[in-house]
């Protein structure tokens, strides 16, 4: 798999549009790293690091899913690069952008406040 993070987020999404309970996905530091965003940002239940996969159970509020929709930004062809400066909010405040930053993985109000830019992955809302 050339980009693992592109591959992790479309079958969470996946995952939330056909009701399932868990997804499995390939198991990477990078992928360990976003997943921990987005159980903090509240966008998943849990997950689970085997040898070769990681199981990641998803969060339903109620009958609704917690992730209504993905935007992609950076893809192996075209990476996006963002400053904090260009960070804007997402639906209104409403959701998060999540970038990899020389700090880690931040969400766009975390890299705003650290005044730390770095490569727009995606937008989940």
Known sequence: MQNSVIDLIIRIKNGYLARKESVEIVNSKFNEEVLKKLRQLGYIKNFRV???ETQVELLYKGRSP???DVQIFSK???RFYVSYHNLKLVMGGLGYSIVST???ILSNKEARKNKVGGELLFSIW
């Open 76 to 78: 192996p062809g075209r």
């Open 66 to 68: 917690a992730v209504t």
């Open 102 to 104: 020389s700090k880690g």
């Open 50 to 52: 085997n040898q070769r």
